[in-house]
């Protein structure tokens, strides 16, 4: 429910699924790149209990950060 609300915000984020080794485990697939499409965000795998996949969001959310426009307020 978190992830519709941000997309209902319409700002730039990125989406993390965490436990990915637990949903291979129970033999899950897990198409990022069709969930990325179909929300028009970035996906990054997780497993934070042993900080995999921490470097490609911090990345990833410093990518996306970058292409977003600032607004002088001016």
């Not at 897990?30 to 996906?43: E, F």
């Not at 209990?49 to 969001?57: F, I, S, V, Y």
């Not at 990833?60 to 002088?72: K, S």
């Amino acid at each position: 429910y978190l992830a519709v609300h941000v997309l209902e915000l319409e700002v730039p984020a990125v989406l993390a699924l965490n436990m990915m080794d637990v949903a291979e485990a129970r033999g899950h697939i897990i198409d990022l790149d069709k969930i990325s499409q179909a929300l028009h965000l970035p996906v990054v795998q997780t497993v934070a209990r042993r900080a995999k996949g921490l470097e490609a969001l911090v990345e990833t959310v410093q990518q996306v950060a970058e292409d977003f426009p600032t607004y002088d307020h001016a």
